[in-house]
């Protein structure tokens, strides 16, 4: 038994394990970043299991699709082999004296590997069964499909290896006959391994079932050594750049959905790269690596100091090349466009259109209808449109006519949108049913694989390829592969510029639409609409007794109106309102300074504060005009965030607790805000107000969608369904009853609460 065990402990499998964890265990991140991905525990609240577990191409979870990412996964593998080869190799001399030593080395580094793809299996056909809905007897097709990627892959990249193996033997057939004879003739020759420890290995797998006594070197120089590993390590660094010619002609073909690869596809050559990027550098630059590497960061600074490169994303449509009329960023800029004569005029303006509405309507005092939407990303869009759907059924297709403004977040705002344009397109003339089942299922198609591919592929290793809006040139990046991707699926009715809906909009055709995004560098909100609301821009007091407040909020028409602000495309209004940090890029306006906007959400995610500013600069017209104000708001969570509360499982939450505090509470401190904001508004405008709320709320906590550009057929389900829970079954009677004017509100607040 002893000597079995010794025998394990130095066999070649168990000493690499052991090498991975003692030296390099930042390789093991990207294994660990896969394991924790796959198993549902990194990026969880985001879905990116569903990426890997469930992987999309063509808009169809198949066998195709899993193929791709089990191909990707080979590539990662066999990646990893060839940085570690080249890291290790040196302190594993027998196999210098082995035919096709990568082989051998592959064959024994296969522990994590096969893990892996064990650890893979058992949790897609969970998570396909009971996420995707997909029957048995197609999960195995799926399994299938990845594991033929996998080989494939495996298969392809040993067939490359053969090949440069043979030709490296032939080379060193003298060499290997007579080695000492081949030193000699080496002028100077370095001792590269002075200083490197030898592992002892006792067996090795030869083949996959055969185990083999490791031969000793001993007798060999170290220069010999190195002149076999050598050439082997030039061939595996060959093979990693191929790779990255291949993500090159992804990123050229990037605009046909058949070069539209899986997310998880995508990322995982990506990880190859790495890998094979960083053994690389380790072999070659040794410990030069960590001052190259920031020196080429310092390269890239002094690049884009001077203009030389720009990957800052823009606003498609608008003028960024007059640079002379450029506005100012400042207090003073953002106060000489809000002057109490340039208000008094947005409100006059607003006020025709408000009239335009009124004559639309079927009372003498009808009900002002807001609609606030949340942010979310799919699961808010798709939940938006559930609602809207069932909204225009109860009401005979008069919702949208009731209503006069919509605002809110992110995807929330994406289904208002979409929503909103297919009645555009209905009032036109076309046959639209508006309650059809296919608008959900367009709107909750995917956007996460061709933006991840696109981050890959274009943002970080292709050159720039450009396209035009108007007469103005952009460049192609992920932002636009979001658009682009939103566009097809929703079959390219929203490919329109903001100057298409100013006429609909200013004759009262279709609610107005606020989009709004938040300037980073001081939380300001960045309002898009067709109409000039300039009185948005600050909160209304009573300056007799009150300071007049700095702007807080910036009207994007007046503030860029030398830099075509009509232009802006309708899909990058949405996308800029929809900027969720990191997956999408923030966009840069030309103002000066330059100013860059994210998510609406990090500012109002539920649309309200916006909603009152607007009705604290009417409510004169709102009393003398109408019954009241009837504020519907869709939101993507439970009010309050009972549904997850925060729960120390571990010494490690309490020592994270006070870093995280911030972002466990920042949506449950908004809403205590807006709370309060509406409290105020409803006690001292006099102005009738009631709200009424649609919230999506699970019926499983494991079914619930994540916050993402992609759902799982479950989380779409759920989401559907959801609108039939018992409080939203009481939201949609109380539309009913307001605008049908069956009841009168302090009626209807007995009858159901209203829920703040």
């Known amino acids: 038994m002893k000597v079995w065990l010794k025998g394990f402990y130095y066999s070649f499998p168990i000493q690499l394990l052991f090498l991975h964890f003692r030296k390099y265990q930042s390789l093991l991140i990207f294994w660990f970043i896969l ?29 195709i699709s899993s193929a791709i990412v089990g191909a990707s996964i080979g590539m990662f593998v066999m990646s990893w082999n060839i940085g570690t080869f080249i890291l290790f190799s040196r302190q594993f001399r027998f196999l210098a004296a082995t035919t096709n030593p990568f082989l051998k080395y592959c064959i024994n580094n296969a522990i994590i590997p096969l893990l892996f793809i ?3 299996f058992f949790k897609a056909y969970d998570f396909d069964h009971n996420k995707e809905l997909i029957p048995a007897k197609d999960i195995l097709f799926l399994l299938g499909g990845f594991l033929c990627g996998f080989i494939f892959m495996i298969a392809a990249s040993f067939l490359y290896f053969f090949r440069a193996d043979r030709t490296i033997q032939r080379k060193m057939v003298p060499v290997m006959n007579n080695p000492q004879s081949y030193i000699t003739h080496l002028a100077n020759v370095k001792e590269v391994y002075h ?4 592992i002892t290995v006792e067996w090795y797998f030869e083949t996959p079932f055969k185990l083999k006594k490791a031969r000793d070197v001993s007798h060999y120089t170290d220069a010999f ?33 058949f070069f539209q690869l899986p997310a998880a596809a995508a990322i995982t050559i990506f990880f190859a790269i790495l890998i094979g990027v960083a053994g690389a550098m380790a072999h070659f630059l040794q410990g030069w690596t960590i001052p190259a590497l920031l020196g080429f960061i310092l390269l890239l600074n002094v690049f884009y100091k001077f203009d030389w490169i720009d990957p800052r994303n823009k606003a498609y449509g608008i003028n960024y090349e007059n640079k002379a009329q450029r506005p100012a960023y400042t207090v003073e800029g953002l106060r000489a466009i809000c002057t109490p004569e340039q208000v008094a005029a947005d409100r006059q303006n607003m006020m025709e259109i408000l009239n335009a509405w009124k004559n639309k309507q079927q009372e003498a005092k009808p009900l002002l209808v807001l609609i606030n939407t949340s942010g979310g990303g799919h699961r808010s869009a798709t939940f938006t449109m559930s609602v809207l759907q069932k909204l225009d059924s109860i009401t005979n297709g008069s919702i949208m006519k009731n209503t006069f403004l919509i605002n809110g977040a992110s995807g929330g705002m994406i289904g208002a949108a979409y929503f909103r344009e297919l009645y555009r397109v209905r009032q036109n003339g076309k046959k639209i049913h508006l309650q059809d089942k296919k608008y959900i299922d367009n709107i909750a198609g995917d956007l996460l694989n061709p933006l991840f591919t696109s981050f890959v592929a274009r943002d970080l290793i292709g050159p720039a390829q450009k396209f035009k809006v108007g007469d103005y040139t952009f460049v192609k990046d992920r932002g636009y592969a979001f658009e682009h991707k939103l566009n097809e699926n929703t079959n390219g009715i929203l490919n329109k510029q903001l100057k298409d809906y100013v006429a609909d909009e200013k004759a009262a055709n279709i609610p107005l639409m606020f989009f709004n995004s938040v300037v980073t560098r001081d939380g300001r909100k960045m309002i898009i609409s067709t109409q000039p609301v300039r009185f948005m821009m600050q909160s209304h007091n009573d300056t007799t007794h009150v300071p007049a407040a700095e702007p807080d909020a910036i009207d994007f028409g007046s503030f860029f109106s030398k830099q075509d602000p009509q232009n802006i495309r309708m899909l990058t209004a949405l996308r800029m309102n929809a900027t969720f940090p990191i997956v999408l890029p923030n966009v840069w306006l030309p103002s000066v300074p330059v100013i860059d906007v994210m998510d609406a959400g990090l500012r109002d995610n539920f649309g309200q504060e916006t909603s009152l500013r607007f009705l604290s600069s009417f409510e004169d017209w709102i009393k003398e005009n109408t019954r ?54 409803i006690t001292n405008s006099g102005v009738p107000v009631y709200k009424t709320v649609f919230q999506y709320v699970t019926t499983k906590e494991q079914n619930k969608a994540a916050l993402n550009f992609h759902l799982t057929k479950r989380e779409e389900y759920d989401i559907i369904n959801s609108i039939k829970s018992p409080d939203n079954e009481k939201s949609f009677k109380t539309v009913q009853h307001l605008l049908a004017n069956k009841i009168s509100i302090d009626s209807l607040q007995k009858l159901v609460p209203p829920i703040f």
């Open 118 to 120: 064990i650890f893979y």
């Open 628 to 681: 009241g104000v009837f504020i519907i708001q869709i939101r993507d969570r439970k009010a309050g965030g009972w549904e997850m509360p925060y729960d120390s499982k571990s010494i490690s939450d309490h020592a994270t607790k006070p870093f995280l505090l911030l972002q466990h509470d920042w949506f449950k401190m908004m809403e205590y805000s807006q709370n309060d904001m509406l409290s105020y508004f």
């Open 35 to 63: 394991f924790s991905t796959v198993n549902g525990t990194f990026m969880k609240t985001f879905g990116a299991d569903s990426l890997f577990l469930a992987p999309e191409y063509l808009g169809n979870v198949n066998s």
């Open 195 to 198: 200083g490197v420890p030898h």
């Open 225 to 257: 050594v190195e002149s076999i590993l050598k050439r082997h390590h030039i061939a595996a660094i060959l093979s990693v750049f191929i790779a990255f010619i291949f993500l090159l002609i992804i990123g050229f073909l990037l605009e046909s959905p």
